[in-house]
């Protein structure tokens, strides 16, 4: 069974923290990098942070130093601590493995507002 499961989203003032969680089936979670995306309203969908397989991290300049990305092989979870958000941090929030293709199946995301 495909499953991403996204959670954590809410509203929070700038400056605020999140932690966002995703729990995954394994035939997307296992052995494959895994990422957070972002979607603004109208824009369309972004990488955030990615997570290798051996647990090397990459992070778009815009987060770079305030976003941690992690998961846990066990319970393929792949998380994303979110500390001194921007409003521009704005967005639905998803997770997914790394690269995708026109066919991949897609969870629900999870919604984060940051007001100023």
């Not at 995703?22 to 296992?30: E, M, P, V």
């Not at 995708?100 to 100023?116: L, R």
Request: with cysteine; net charge positive.
């Amino acid at each position: 069974q495909v499953q991403l499961v996204e959670s954590g989203g809410g509203s929070v003032q700038a400056g605020g923290s999140l932690t966002l969680s995703c729990t995954a089936s394994a035939s997307i979670f296992n052995g494959n990098t895994m990422a957070w995306y972002r979607q603004a309203p109208g824009k369309q969908r972004e990488l955030v942070a990615r997570i290798f397989a051996f647990g090397h991290t990459i992070y778009e300049a815009s987060v770079r130093r305030r976003f941690t990305i992690s998961k846990d092989d066990n319970q393929k979870t792949v998380s994303l601590q979110k500390d001194f958000l921007h409003p521009e941090d704005a967005g639905t929030y998803y997770c997914n493995k790394r690269p995708t293709q026109a066919y991949d199946f897609w969870g629900q995301g999870t919604q984060v507002s940051v007001s100023s």
